[in-house]
């Protein structure tokens, strides 16, 4: 199956600003919005905090769909750019959750759909109170890279693959 979607970001940032701060105040590394993006299998996305961080991590990429934004913009009368939450590629065309499990491609760059990209508390603060629970179920997708390329942003495909391996 094939669906067309959009690639509305990609958003790439140096360094971690909640991961490992519990009780602590979050770090302020700059995140980056890029046109274009490479994608090393088994890696992440070169350029940013994950770049090989674990082998196999679980979370080489993050994917955010844009209509979620927007519903949390609704919800908390608040203005925030996508890169508030700290995903990678913000999309929109396609419900991430069913990619959960699957394996897909976007043009050359082939994923694995592992989990819900469940939010933190750390969301109440860089967006607004409650946003956490608002989130749930809808906090996006994380993913592994299958097969190394390139993304960039405008109309894009993603097609479902075999099962995941």
């Not at 394996?103 to 939010?119: A, H």
């Amino acid at each position: 199956m094939i669906f067309p979607v959009r690639i509305l970001g990609l958003f790439l940032s140096p360094g971690h600003d909640f991961r490992g701060r519990h009780g602590q105040a979050r770090e302020n590394h700059e995140v980056s919005e890029v046109s274009e993006a490479e994608f090393v299998a088994g890696k992440g996305i070169r350029g940013d905090r994950y770049f090989g961080f674990q082998e196999n991590y679980k979370a080489q990429v993050t994917f955010f769909d844009h209509a979620v934004h927007e519903a949390v913009l609704e919800k908390f009368g608040v203005s925030r750019k996508p890169q508030v939450y700290r995903r990678n590629v913000l999309t929109t065309g396609i419900d991430l959750n069913e990619l959960v499990g699957k394996s897909f491609s976007i043009g050359d760059v082939r994923f694995t759909g592992v989990e819900e990209c469940s939010p933190c508390y750390w969301m109440d603060q860089a967006v607004a109170p409650g946003t956490e629970e608002f989130l749930k179920g809808r906090g996006g997708l994380r993913t592994r890279i299958l097969e190394s390329g390139r993304l960039q942003l405008g109309p894009a495909e993603i097609t479902l693959l075999d099962p995941v391996p």
